[in-house]
């Protein structure tokens, strides 16, 4: 896989002092709470294994699927609800955790689906953030990092599916997209 990233964007290490930094503030800022850490699958599973491990308080997982890409590289623009989550929001604070907001799309459609269930608070903690990918407005409360226009793979985040478990976050060699 290594043989496939043209660069490499965020190491290992990178990622984890991101995590620690978060972990503080989320610590800091959710102080009996209690705080329900909605996890949106695939991509958001491996940041959330690893920011839920810094946050020193009492919070309850659960996770959502949902879907705009395909396993594609272009967003199509609609919002599907895969998998819903299991927990009742009303009256909860809602902590979304996801891998990157591009188009802002995926995360307009859940916050406004919590907020429709009577949550009390929806924030959201990104991995990364594409600020340049807006289509729509959404905004992250806790980024681990902001990213160039690129399409990035790793650490969750995948192209059809692959490259998720790269422990690192990297561009793909435009030969290995441009042949398919
Ligand atoms: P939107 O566009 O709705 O994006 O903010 C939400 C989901 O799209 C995926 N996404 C990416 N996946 N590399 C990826 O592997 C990327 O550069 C990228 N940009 C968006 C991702 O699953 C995200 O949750
Ligand atoms: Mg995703």
């Known amino acids: 896989m290594d043989n496939d990233i043209a660069k490499v964007l965020y190491s290992r290490a990178d990622i984890k002092e991101a995590c620690q930094r978060l972990g503080k ?9 209690r705080p329900l850490i909605l996890s949106v699958l695939t991509g ?3 940041f959330t294994t690893d920011v839920v491990r810094e946050f020193d308080e009492y919070s309850q997982i659960d ?3 949902v879907s705009s890409y395909k396993g594609g590289m272009e967003s199509t623009g609609k919002v599907d609800l895969v998998s819903d989550l299991s927990e009742d929001v009303a009256g909860r604070d809602v902590l979304i955790v996801e891998d990157i907001v591009d188009t802002g799309r995926t995360l307009k459609y859940i916050v406004k689906l919590l907020y429709s269930r009577n949550a009390k608070s929806v924030k959201i ?3 990364l953030d594409k600020p340049a990918g807006r289509v729509v407005e959404a905004k992250a409360d806790y980024v681990g990092f902001t990213v160039p226009n690129e399409f990035v793979v790793g650490y969750g985040l995948d ?4 490259y998720r478990n790269l422990p ?4 793909l060699k435009p030969e290995i997209y441009e042949l398919k």
Not at 25 to 33: E, F, M, P, V
């Open 125 to 127: 903690c990104t991995f």
């Open 44 to 46: 958001a599973m491996f």
């Open 168 to 171: 690192y976050v990297g561009v």
């Open 63 to 65: 996770f959502i699927d």
């Open 159 to 162: 192209y059809q599916g692959y």
């Open 25 to 33: 503030q989320l610590t800091a800022d959710y102080k009996g709470k």
